[in-house]
């Protein structure tokens, strides 16, 4: 199983990349937008290196994911016997 989930990497990724923006727009130091982009390259490449499948699923969500959700709703409200 995943220690750590690809929907948690990716909103690291896409915040990283946002803050990167975002500091060359105002005109943050160098070394603090400098960070960011290596932050923001560095998450692909390490999830590249457990298979390119899972680079794929950093860049485009999942349907599954989608449809899983209301199954899980139906076994937390499920009745216990």
Known sequence: MDLVST???RVKFY???????????IGAP????AAAAFLCAAIP??????GTGRVRALF??????????P???????AQVR
């Open 45 to 50: 490449l390490a999830v590249a290196l457990q």
């Open 71 to 77: 199954q899980r709703e139906v076994v937390r409200d």
């Open 15 to 25: 915040s990283f990349a946002a803050l990167t923006a975002v500091g060359i727009v």
């Open 30 to 33: 160098i070394w603090s937008i």
């Open 7 to 9: 929907a948690g990497l």
């Open 60 to 69: 485009v969500p999942s349907r599954v994911a989608k449809m899983a959700a």
